[in-house]
């Protein structure tokens, strides 16, 4: 985070102004919203300005900017076009540690004045960093259309109940399962539309029925959370991010996607670290039913798709035997991630008729697979969990007819910002594969449709160069 994002109180508190032109009239403005009391240092002032100092909604000095001028003050905001001035207010407020801002000059500033959605009480603050204004003043229309302008009057409809149902419901996960019942519900719907006397008929109602509520089972969602690139969430596993009391993860969940979700939900990461076991799927498993039976909305969040050598079958058993409810949401799974950033189609007409996806992971200290089926022609096959038994892989196909020119693709954090590829043949994948230094989580692609790929695409076809045809 660049900046610190905060809502500061000025109501009756003094901010000092520098500055009489266009800039200055603004940053008035929005400092009068918010009910500031503005001491203004300039030496002559636009129209506007001197109308709002002749209704005496401002002080005025007229004259130059003396070091006194910032005593008591709680900001400064510099909005004048002369550097010697914007420099000596900058650093008298900084020697006294005063927030400061000159307008366009980040470098003098101590803070930045983000756009702004006013929605009162409804406030919504957009920062680039200071990167791209333009791109925050986009954003800010953006929402400014998706965001009904009644939606503050909805905010001071529920802040009148706020006290009443925090006494009422004691559970804050209860609280904030009743409040989106307001809002997403019939109570939103007449506040928004101005019927405050309906809307308080129809929230004290909501409010009993909660209350007598039993407590109720809860929910366990598989959910897949696809490769890694957070676009590639389907709607239902972001809606479901959103809403979620408990996440529990594994390690193969992107951060950017652990972002995604509500800021307040629990999160259980029950991967295994490196020199630790993590959690044995027996431990997870009573784990996820123990969430559930406490009342939770539990979103568990599994790599790419849950039912794909994702164990997700084991933990649907568990469940059910337990008398919890369980959802599947699917995701995208590894092999059409990385099929669809390096644009090897699976299948096609001529190349490969058919598509396998196998584990590569060991079983009793050997890859239990079964070759020659691994082995036909015309065939794409997509090996998951590979990248250490990659050297058996290869040799085993090549002993059961697979020529050794067949060609090869790793992606390691396909979809991702990191994604690496390393492409070879399966007499060379072995070598190429120790170079690269391969540690995330890697996808084996193997069949005639890379080559199909590597012909069309010329950032592989460096790859190529250097690992086909050796
Ligand atoms: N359920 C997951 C697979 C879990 S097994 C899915 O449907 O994708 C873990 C293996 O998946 C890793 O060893 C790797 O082979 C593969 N994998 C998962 N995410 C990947 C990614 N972003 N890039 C490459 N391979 C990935």
New binding site residues.
């Given amino acids: 985070m660049q900046g610190f994002p905060i809502f500061l109180s000025l109501q009756d508190r003094p901010v000092l102004v520098v500055g009489g032109g266009e800039a200055a009239a603004r940053k008035i403005g929005l400092l009068l919203a918010a009910g500031a009391r503005i001491n203004l240092i300039a030496d002559t002032v636009i129209g506007e300005i001197a109308q709002l100092i002749a209704d005496a909604r401002i002080a005025w000095t007229g004259r130059g900017f003396d070091d006194d001028d910032l005593a008591g003050m709680v900001l400064a905001v510099v909005a004048s076009d002369d550097e010697a001035l914007q420099a000596r207010v900058s650093h008298a407020a900084r020697q006294r540690g005063l927030p400061v801002n000159v307008v366009d000059r980040p470098a003098l500033s101590s803070f930045i004045m983000p756009a702004i959605v006013d929605r009162s009480p409804v406030t919504i603050a957009i920062s680039t960093g200071g990167a791209a204004p333009a791109l925050a003043r986009r954003l800010r229309a953006e929402i400014e259309r998706a965001m009904p302008s009644a939606i503050g009057r909805l905010a001071r409809f529920a802040e009148i109940f706020r006290g009443q149902v925090g006494r009422t419901i004691e559970r804050p996960r209860d609280r904030r399962r009743f409040w989106d019942r307001v809002f997403a519900g019939r109570v939103g719907e007449l506040a928004l539309a101005g019927d405050e006397i309906a809307a308080r008929r129809e929230l004290i109602r909501l409010l009993d029925t909660t209350r007598n509520e039993p407590a109720s089972m809860g929910m366990v969602h598989l959910v ?1 959370a696809g ?2 690139d957070p676009d590639l969430l389907t709607m239902k596993a972001y809606r479901l991010l959103q809403s979620a009391d408990v996440i529990v993860h594994d390690r ?1 969940v992107s951060p950017e996607i652990l972002a995604m979700a509500r800021r307040d939900a629990e999160r259980v990461c029950v991967g295994k670290r490196r020199g630790e076991p993590g959690l044995s799927q027996e431990e997870i498993n009573a784990r996820l039913v123990a969430l559930a039976r406490d009342g939770n909305s539990v979103v568990r969040l ?5 039912l ?3 164990r997700g079958g084991e933990e649907i058993e568990a469940l059910v035997r337990a008398g919890v409810p369980v959802e599947v949401v699917p ?1 995208i ?3 059409l ?2 099929a669809a950033s390096t644009a090897v189609p699976l299948t096609h007409r001529d190349h490969a008729q058919s598509c396998v996806f196998a ?1 590569g992971q060991l079983r009793d200290g050997t890859v239990a697979l079964d070759w020659r089926m691994l082995a036909r022609p015309r065939q794409t096959v997509v ?5 250490g038994t990659l050297p058996i892989i290869a040799a085993r196909l090549m002993e059961h007819g697979l020529p050794a020119t067949t060609p090869v693709a790793l ?6 910002s990191r ?1 690496r590829r390393v492409v070879a043949t399966l007499a060379t994948i072995e070598r190429q594969a120790m170079e690269a230094r391969l540690h ?5 692609m193997i069949g005639e449709v890379i080559g199909l790929a590597l012909a069309r695409d010329p950032e592989v076809h460096e790859a190529e160069t250097a690992g086909l045809g050796h």
């Fill in positions: 897949g490769p890694g193969l599994k790599g790419g798709d849950p794909v050598f994702g995701g799974t590894a092999a991630g990385c584990t090996i998951y969990m590979g990248a992606i390691e954090n396909g979809t991702t994604e995330g989580p890697t996808l084996c």
